[in-house]
Each structure stands twice: as C-alpha cells, then as structure tokens.
C-alpha cells in the first residue's frame, strides 16, 4: 500500500504551521530566511470554509490518475508512494487536470547549471510539484507531521490503516449491537 | 551544532524550546519536552526566531544609543555614557520642576523577562519617587485581574493549563485559543477526546466553536446579558451547589437579587440567542463532574470587563467549580510575560508580589530593603491615561519599555497627541518602532536569545530561559541600563546577572520565596504561590476552598448589562471588534522580522466581513476597502467569509497601513481602564479604482518603513564612532 498524509479536521486549528514546514524541507537547505510571499509553495495546504478547517494534500492514490495521465512517464510509483522524476517533466499539466483532490500543481522554477565554479541560467524548468512524503528526510517523516501542534496529520501505512480499520469494525460492531438490543 | 534551551516569546503557553545555533547565528528551533507544551509548538514557535538576526524585513535592531537634542532633528548614535548622562539630567530636571509623578515608566510583557521588570519598577519607586508605572496588562487582562481581586482573592488563573485536557467540561467566552494559545487549544482538542464537553460563547465562528458541543454566537457587546442569563438559571433551576455556596461564599442574595430579572428570555432580546440554548448551555456546565471557564480578550476589552469577569467567577463559585484539579477560572494570558509582569510589580498599585503600595507596612519593608527612607503610597497613573495627562500637562516625561503604544494603544491621533506633548520621551527597545519615532532618546536593548531570565506562563508557572547567542552592536540587558541609569540619578544600583535579581525579589514576596532558579533549571517550571524552599509550588489555587479574601469566602457579585459606548448610526453602521491573528504578535515588530511569518501574511492586513455584508456594499473578497470611523480612516483588504457574523467586521491590530487601532475608541472600563477595543461603530466602504490602491498600500507601507530604517541608519552615519 501507498503511504499517505491524512489531516483530521476535528483537530485542525487552521494554523498553517504545517504549510511553513512543508515549504522549509522542500528549501534544499535554505532555511526561514528563504521563504517569501512570492515563491512561498507549501504541497500542503490549509482550506477554511465556513464549517471545515483542514489541511489537503496528495493521497499517493494506488491507481493514481497523475501518473495514468502523464504522457511522459514523469509520475512513478516508488517507496510506496507516488514520486515525480522532475527530469521527466514536461510541464504539460496532465496531471495537474487528472487529480481529483486539486493537489497537483505545476510550477516553474529557475533551471541553473555550475560549470566551472560559474552558476549559468538556462531559463525555467517546469516541475510537477505534490508531497512527496519528505522521502529524503528519511526516518524524520513528513515534516508537516512532525511540527503539527494539534496533531492533526497523520502518516498513514498499512499498519496505521489496519488499526484504523480495526477500531472502526469494533465501533460499527459496537452500534450493531446496541441496535439489536 | 549548539543547543540552547528557551521558552517560547510569543505567548502566555510558555512552550520550552531549543534554539538552535551555527557559527553564532540562530538556525532553528526545536521542540523541548515542557511541563506546558509536552513536545508542541505552534508556527510562531517552530519558525519566529530569526528576527534575532536582524532581518531587517519591517524594521531594523537597534544598535546604538540615540539621541535628538529637538524634535525636529534627525537622530545621532551616542556612546552609553553620552546617553545615560542625558537621560539622568533631563530626568532630574523633570523630577525636580514638575515632581516626581510627572514622570512615567512602563514594564514589558514580551522578552524583557521578570528580572527586567523588576528592576524597573524598583528603579520607578525607588529612584523616581512614583508609583507611575504599568504595563501592557492594562489593554489585555487588567480587568481579570481587577475582578478575580474582588471575588477571589487573585488575579491569575486558578488552575493550571495541563489540567485543561482532564476537565469534564470548557466553557470558552471570549476567547479564541487556536489563534491566541494553538498549543492550548491542543489541550482543548484532548479534553474533548476524552469525552469533555464543548460550550462556545462568541459571536463569530472561530476553530473551536467548530469543535464545540454547543456554540452560542451571542450579539456583539451582550456579554453581562449573557453571563447573568446563566446565573440566573443555575439559580431558578436548582441546578447550583447550594451546600458549597452556602459554605464558601457570600453575597447570594443580593446577587439573586440582580440575575433575577435576566432570565433567558429576558436575555435572549439582547444577546440574540435562544434562551433554550442559554439554559442548555448551563445545564451542560452544572452536570459536569468538574468544569473549566477559559476567557480572552472577548471578555476584557469592553468598557464592561470587571464586571463580566467577576459574573464569570461566580459561575464558577455556584457549581463549586473551584479549589480542586481539573476545574476553575481561567483567564489566559496573551503576551509570553504579561502574568510576569504583573508578578513583579509593574502596575501603579502594587509592589512586586501583589504587594499594595497602600500598605504602610509593605511600604516600609520595601523601603529597607531598597535603602531609601520612603516610598509613595498613593496609587500611580495608568498607561490609558497618558494621552490625556500628557495633553493636560500632569505627565511630562515617559520611559517606555519594550512596548510600541503608537501601534497597540485604541485611538492612535490621541496617542501621538500625547506623545508630541510630552517634554522628554525615552524608547528602549530591541528595534525600531513607532513609538520609537516619537523619543528623544532611544537605548538598545539586547533581544530574547541574547540574554538570560525567568518568565512567567499564563498558568503562574514561572519557567528560565537561557541566552543562546551574543548580541551584536553597543547594545546592553535592559535590567544593567535602567541599573547604570539609576546610578547616573544618585542611587548606586549594579547586579552581576538575573539570579542575584531573582534572589533579592523572591526575598522580597512571600509567595514566589520558594522558587528558585536552581528549581527551574532545565525543564523546571514552578507554579506560584510557592511559599517554602521545599515546595514544588501550586497547580491550582484556592485549596480547599479558601479564598485569598478577608473571611476567606468566594464573593458573588452580579451587576446591571451594559451597552457598549460608541453608536452605531446610518453614517458608521457596522461593529469593528479587533482580534488576534495566529501568525503575528503583539505590535509585530517581532513577527513582521520573521521570514516564515511574514511571508504567511503582510500588509495591509484584513477585515473579515459577513458575505451579506459585502454583497450589501458591493465588496469582493481580497478587494482594497476604506474603513473609517469618528476617530480615523485606514485602507486594509476585504475578507468575505461565512466566519464572520452579519454586522460586525473584524481586523487584527498589528499591521501599520491597515492600522485599526487608528478606529478604535478611547472608552474604558471604569476600575480597570482597559480600551473598548471590541467594539467601535465603523462604515466600510469599496474602492473603484483597485490599481490605484494596490499602489497606494504598497507606497504608504514603504514609506513607513523607509522612515524607520532611515532614522537608524543616518544616526549611524552622523556618528560614525559609535557605529
Ligand atoms: S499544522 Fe495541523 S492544525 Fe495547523 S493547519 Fe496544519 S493540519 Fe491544521
Ligand atoms: S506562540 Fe505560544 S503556543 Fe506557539 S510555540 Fe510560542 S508559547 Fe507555544
């Protein structure tokens, strides 16, 4: 199974500490001093309606519809997740129409090369641009896991979804029960 | 990489820390294991450390003294001495041609810490010769303070904030804890995990009246209507503790007397709830095992706060909701050190300790520990009275603190007015500020993380913090420039570091005895009263059921509903109340330095209006509006959200071009004399010309700041040496 972040809007405070953190682990080390309005792109997001604060992002889907519509084959399935091979990406935004959830998005960012100690622009590079898990923190998780104050994220795998269910079968066993009473 | 353990500046949690530091350089901030925050920090805590740096997003650190010999020259960077000198003469001149009460101090709520303020109100009393010293207490929680006095003896809050999650039942009035205390709103989320009870008293539809049981959106200005409503049914439906009232209170009849006539019907005409949802509500609260009131600024910035606060305490002297873990009052402190500074004496009635400068007693054993023959006894001014004193000629000079009055007092015109009229005006701060812009005399003060102290949590935890890095400029602790000051002023006053200050002031107050530095270390948090070097310091107050009141005995006290001050009218029909937003801080000067939290929001700042509103006024979301009111006019951008209740409109208080103090009104509570913040008749208005005002906003807001960082910098060039 793939692994995903879920956001409990029961606990969601609508804080947004979690869109600075994703933001900061996505800064290749440039750290709070980086970040400003203008290229501020956290992968997840705080929606507030009148009734819902949550947080949105990738469900690293099983049958992902981004990585059916790539024409490219930039979207793959790999650590039990969905990941994008940005060298791949065409910037064609497939995938950003395919996502049913509005997580996908498609962004530019200056495409650099060193060469001889020299920083040369080659224009933009198109990336396709979702949570991709923090797969390079490694054992440190999503970082907007780690830092949510109300512990609303959650990284779900197998074992966080098996017990899940678990506790929903007793629960649905549960109300059977009473019913029958 | 170093660590170095801190407590959180940003709000009354008290959430512990590390900072993290490269190359003498802040980097990060991580999370420690604290009694408050167990492991959490909200976004200001995780993110709100580089201002340290001198980012100079909205402002830049000081770091030079700064002098203006007339108001009209621009300001030159001085060496210390050259300051102190000044400050010490023009002061004495002061004190000598107008008396000593013509001069006025404040403490700091923010990242000063308790040694800090200390220090200055001794260097008020002491040195000064006046009682005139306050602190931004008087415009957040000064009338909890002044009503938990009458009813219960103490001001804090009863209980203490991890108890929060283990209540049966939170009743939250005006108090919006996920944007003002997010780590306590945890506690809040865990309460009701764990099968609490919910009921939300506000008007509009902040994150936990999503998450309440029952929420009552009563009207704008309702709250005495409201909380007599309550009384009166735990009175008539027999749902109080009779024994517990009997036994610990007084004053039943007389305060039966005056809920009588609010029954829920009756209230329900003013604040617009149905009285089926008033009753509810309190049979929900009286049922519970053990039940919580936390209350905010939704209570306190209303010409009425007294008042409803000790109507709020008498809820929870009915059910018997006192005395005992998991239950009691809970007014939760805003500023990281506003419960410290009051702890230590900032405030024109006591000394620190809550120790009354009325007391010929108290007064002498003051006075002999400080080695001066006398100290005043007659009561100081308040930090709302200013503008006015000073426009009447009674205040004649001020020292502000770590505060920025110019951007966080209501009725801004009144507040320049007041400064322009004083004679001599000194700002230490740790950047440049507004109220900064109006000084004669600027000293620069080392920031949180270049120095070392004690705070104090909302819950009366008193909790160290360590200095992480070395501050960079001619810059010094604020406690060894108000020492060097006094000293220039004739009284010899030098510490070597905060723990001596620490260990004379605990020497000095009975109830923080015990609290010693060597018990904060680490992780340590010591709650006061804590009377004996043994003990662990108290979680909650009023153990069983004696209350810190002559008797002993809880009082109920109820009083006539109020309506708010201004009028609304055809030409200002809408309600302004000002609010807290969860990614900035006080005046910002802080936040608005921060990167993360800049970046999150910026100028002009919001006002959040009802759809129906809008749609009345021809108003899209995110467009540029006028709001004006008697006071002022100020540009911000429109909000429309579901949120926000029909008639009212919300804006926070921290930016500088959507300014709404510059709206707000200058009506006081009556005891208290905390600002009517919450409520101000205003007409908001759309722009056509949208383009015109995208450039307007971002014209004014340069300006602004160019005016700040260019009085720093030609100071600098003026006086290259001192550079
Ligand atoms: S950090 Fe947590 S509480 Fe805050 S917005 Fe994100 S999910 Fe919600
Ligand atoms: S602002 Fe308050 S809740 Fe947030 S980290 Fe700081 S002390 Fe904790």
């Given at each position: 199974?793939?692994?995903f ?10 804080c ?15 750290g ?16 507030k309606?009148a ?17 059916n519509a790539?024409p490219?084959?930039?979207?793959v399935?790999?650590?039990?997740s ?7 990406c ?6 950003v129409?395919?996502c ?20 040369l622009?080659?224009?933009v ?5 979702k ?7 490694g ?7 780690s830092?949510?104050p ?25 109300e ?6 | ?8 500046p ?6 512990k ?9 802040v ?5 420690l ?9 909200c976004l200001?805590?995780?993110f ?16 030079n ?13 001085v ?23 013509s ?5 700091s709520?923010r990242g ?8 200055m109100?001794?260097?008020?009393r ?21 009503g938990?006095q009458v009813?219960?003896g ?13 209540t ?15 780590v306590?709103a945890k ?10 009870k919910?009921?939300v ?11 309440a ?16 409503a309550?009384?009166?049914?735990l009175?008539n439906?027999?749902l ?6 009997a036994?610990?209170t ?26 089926d ?14 039940a919580?009131?936390l ?9 009425q706060g007294?008042d409803?606060?000790?109507?709020l305490?008498?809820l ?7 005395g005992r ?12 050190n506003v ?7 900032v ?17 002498a ?17 308040r930090?709302t009275d ?6 009447t000629?009674?205040?004649?000079a001020m ?22 009229a004083?004679?001599f ?8 500020t507004?109220?900064?812009m ?6 620069p ?12 949590a909302?819950?009366r935890?008193?909790?160290?913090f ?25 009284y010899?006053?030098h510490?070597?570091n ?29 709650p006061?009263?804590c009377?004996?070097l ?5 979680k ?27 009028q609304l ?9 000002t ?6 801080y ?7 330095n921060?990167a993360a939290l ?27 509006v ?5 006071r002022?006019k100020?540009?911000?951008?429109a909000?429309?959200t579901d ?6 409109v ?11 103090n ?5 009506a006081v509570?009556?005891?208290?004399k905390?600002?009517?913040y919450?409520y101000?008749a ?9 383009v015109?005002?995208e ?7 340069a ?7 260019n009085a ?12």
């Amino acid at each position: 199974m793939n692994r995903f972040v879920t956001a409990n809007p029961s606990k969601c405070i609508g804080c947004r500490t979690c869109e600075i953190a994703c933001a900061l682990a996505h800064s290749e080390g440039a750290g709070v001093e980086g970040l400003a309005p203008e290229s501020f792109k956290p992968r997840i997001r705080m929606v507030k309606t009148a009734d819902v604060s949550t947080a949105v992002m990738c469900h690293h889907c099983e049958d992902a519809p981004c990585v059916n519509a790539c024409p490219n084959n930039a979207i793959v399935y790999r650590q039990h997740s969905v990941q994008v091979e940005q060298e791949r990406c065409l910037g064609c935004k497939n995938c950003v129409l395919a996502c049913p959830f509005g997580v996908m998005d498609v962004v530019t960012v200056p495409a650099v090369r060193q060469f001889a100690g020299l920083t040369l622009s080659l224009g933009v590079k198109a990336q396709a641009h979702k949570c991709d898990l923090c797969i390079e923190r490694g054992d440190a998780g999503p970082a907007c896991v780690s830092v949510c104050p109300t512990s609303a994220l959650t990284l779900m795998d197998r074992e966080a979804m098996d017990e899940t269910l678990r506790r929903r079968r007793e629960r649905a066993a549960l109300e059977a029960a009473e019913v029958a009473a | 990489m170093e660590k170095h353990m801190a407590v959180c500046p940003y709000c009354g949690t008290g959430c512990k820390l590390n900072l993290l530091v490269e190359g003498g350089k802040v980097v990060g901030a991580e999370p420690l294991n604290g009694v408050t925050n167990e492991g959490e920090l909200c976004l200001k805590g995780y993110f709100g450390y580089d201002f340290i740096n001198d980012t100079k997003l909205l402002t830049p650190r000081l770091r030079n003294p700064m002098l203006r010999r007339s108001r009209d020259a621009a300001f030159e960077a001085v060496s210390w001495d050259e300051a102190i000198q000044y400050a010490a003469k023009r002061l004495g001149e002061i004190k000598a041609k107008y008396g000593p009460d013509s001069i006025m101090t404040t403490g700091s709520s923010r990242g000063t810490g308790n040694e800090t303020n200390y220090v200055m109100q001794k260097f008020t009393r002491a040195v000064l010769g006046t009682n005139n010293v306050d602190n931004c207490a008087r415009v957040c929680h000064g009338p909890s303070v002044a009503g938990l006095q009458v009813t219960l003896g103490n001001g804090a809050m009863s209980n203490s904030i991890p108890e929060i999650e283990h209540t049966k039942c939170v009743l939250v009035f005006g108090y919006n804890v996920a944007d003002s205390h997010p780590v306590i709103a945890k506690r809040i989320i865990k309460a009701k995990e764990r099968g609490a009870k919910i009921i939300v008293c506000d008007p509009r539809k902040i994150e936990t009246a999503r998450l309440a049981d029952l929420w009552l959106p009563l009207n704008n200005g309702s709250n005495m209507a409201l909380v007599n409503a309550f009384a009166n049914v735990l009175i008539n439906e027999g749902l109080y503790n009779k024994e517990y009232v009997a036994n610990y209170t007084e004053g039943f009849d007389e305060y039966k007397k005056i809920v009588d006539k609010y029954t829920p019907e009756y209230a329900e005409a003013i604040t617009g709830l149905p009285a089926d949802d008033i009753r509810e509500a309190m049979r929900i609260y009286a049922a519970a095992p053990s039940a919580t009131i936390l209350w905010g600024m939704g209570v306190t910035q209303w010409g009425q706060g007294v008042d409803v606060v000790k109507g709020l305490s008498g809820l929870a002297l009915l059910t018997g909701n006192l005395g005992r873990p998991n239950v009691g009052v809970g007014p939760v402190r805003g500023q990281n050190n506003v419960q410290g500074s009051c702890d230590m004496g900032v405030l024109p009635t006591e000394f620190p300790g809550y120790q009354k400068v009325t007391d010929p007693e108290i007064r002498a054993k003051f006075a002999k520990a400080w080695g001066v023959d006398s100290l005043p006894g007659e009561i100081g001014y308040r930090l709302t009275d200013v503008p006015h004193l000073a426009e009447t000629g009674k205040l004649k000079a001020m020292y502000v603190m770590g505060e920025d009055p110019a951007q966080t007092e209501p009725d801004l015109t009144q507040v320049r007015k007041g400064f322009e009229a004083m004679e001599f005006v000194i700002v230490q701060d740790i950047f440049m500020t507004k109220t900064a812009m109006f000084a004669d005399l600027i000293l620069p003060a080392t920031s949180w993380g270049e120095h070392e102290g004690v705070f104090s949590a909302a819950d009366r935890s008193f909790q160290r913090f360590t200095k992480a890095v070395d501050a960079k400029g001619d810059v010094k602790h604020d406690w060894e420039i108000i020492s060097l000051l006094a000293t220039a002023m004739g009284y010899p006053m030098h510490y070597n570091n905060t723990k001596e200050i620490w260990d004379e002031l605990r020497g000095l107050c009975p109830i923080f005895y015990g609290a010693t530095y060597e018990k904060m270390e680490g992780l340590g948090a010591v709650p006061w009263p804590c009377r004996d070097l043994d003990s662990a310091g108290s979680k909650y107050l009023y153990e069983g059921n004696v209350f810190q009141r002559p008797g002993g005995k809880g009082l109920l006290f109820a009083t006539e509903w109020r309506p708010p001050q201004d009028q609304l009218t055809e030409e200002f029909p809408l309600i302004l109340c000002t609010v807290r937003e969860v990614g900035h801080y006080s005046c910002r000067s802080m936040t608005g330095n921060c990167a993360a939290l800049q970046t999150l929001a910026d100028e002009p700042g919001y006002v959040t209006i009802n759809p129906k509103d809008a749609k009345a006024l021809g108003i899209r979301d995110q467009e540029l509006v006028w709001v004006s009111s008697r006071r002022g006019k100020v540009i911000t951008r429109a909000s429309v959200t579901d949120r926000t209740n029909k008639g009212a409109v919300y804006m926070t208080y921290q930016w500088w071009i959507g300014a709404c103090n510059e709206l707000t009104i200058h009506a006081v509570d009556p005891i208290a004399k905390t600002p009517e913040y919450k409520y101000a008749a205003v007409r908001v208005e759309p722009i056509a010309d949208q383009v015109w005002a995208e450039n307007y906003v971002q014209q004014e807001y340069a300006k602004l700041k160019g005016g700040l960082s260019n009085a720093v910098t030609r100071a600098a060039k003026k006086a290259p040496a001192f550079a």
